[in-house]
């Protein structure tokens, strides 16, 4: 088991930057893949990226390639969304998320954190 609190949003101009961060509590963290998703006004939530249980591979949404990195300190149990050059467009609620797979988090991921508002203003 798995909880996850995210922290760092906030409010942004556009080609600003902004850290998100997430807390992670377990001792089963540093095998879990983690990542994050993120849910625009009256859209789904989506995929945003992904980072397997070391950190040697992360796969990210074409539309954040790029401009977001992700990472993680498995011996704090924490992991990060570097967000830079951001748009209005990534505007929304940014969803920390894990799962037991090593490799990539699922479409729908077993763990999910409450969620940390990012508005980027144009």
């Known amino acids: 088991q798995v909880q996850l609190v995210e922290s760092g949003g906030g409010l942004v101009q556009a080609g600003g930057s902004l850290r998100l961060s997430c807390a992670a509590s377990?001792?089963?963290?540093?095998?879990?893949?983690m990542g994050w998703f993120r849910q625009a006004p009256g859209k789904e939530r989506e995929f945003v990226a992904t980072i397997n249980w070391n950190g040697g591979s992360t796969y990210y949404a074409e539309s954040v390639k790029g401009r977001f990195t992700i990472s993680r300190d498995n011996a704090k149990n924490t992991v990060s969304l570097q967000m830079s050059s951001l748009k209005p467009e990534d505007t929304g609620v940014y969803y920390c998320?894990?799962?037991?797979?090593?490799?990539?988090?699922?479409?729908?991921?077993?763990?999910w954190g409450q969620g940390t508002q990012v508005t980027v203003s144009s």
């Open positions: 377990g001792r089963t963290f540093s095998s879990y893949a």
């Open positions: 998320v894990g799962d037991s797979s090593r490799t990539k988090v699922a479409a729908t991921p077993a763990y």
